[in-house]
């Protein structure tokens, strides 16, 4: 009976565990206000596992050229809703690379090439959203 609790509790640890990415036609706040992109601090080898950890959400028309400190250089997954576009920079106030995501879903940042030898994993401190 004790290894059948542990086995039950062992798995519902593990599902707790596994991050699902929300689908991009489907984005929306706490209150339901549609939202631009939802960007990820965590994002894993398993696609199922990414979007995981805090989150920050972006509004329609959000123009942020110097992303809050504690989010910079930290986003590594991202939800961008159908019908808007995310412009991110590598550095604050519009520097440096740039990239613009589609609607969509980008499980890692780090299969996002930025330049010959970069990816845009944790290299976000600016971005501009638009539907």
Not at 106 to 112: F, G, P, S, V
Request: net charge neutral; with cysteine.
């Amino acid at each position: 009976m004790k290894v059948m609790i542990a086995l039950l509790l062992s798995t519902l640890c593990f599902e707790v565990l596994n991050a699902q990415c929300p689908e991009a036609n489907a984005l929306k706040d706490a209150d339901g206000v549609k939202l631009c992109a939802r960007m990820f601090e965590d994002s894993h080898y398993y696609y199922e596992q990414s979007c995981g950890g805090e989150y920050l959400d972006s509004y329609p028309g959000e123009d942020v050229p110097i992303i809050p400190w504690r989010w910079n250089n930290r986003i590594s997954s991202l939800v961008v809703s159908r019908g808007c576009s995310l412009t991110v920079w590598k550095y604050t106030k519009k520097r440096g690379s740039k990239s613009k995501f589609g609607a969509g879903i980008k499980y890692r940042l780090k299969e996002t090439m930025q330049g010959l030898f970069g990816d845009w994993e944790n290299d976000i401190s600016g971005y501009y959203c638009v539907c």
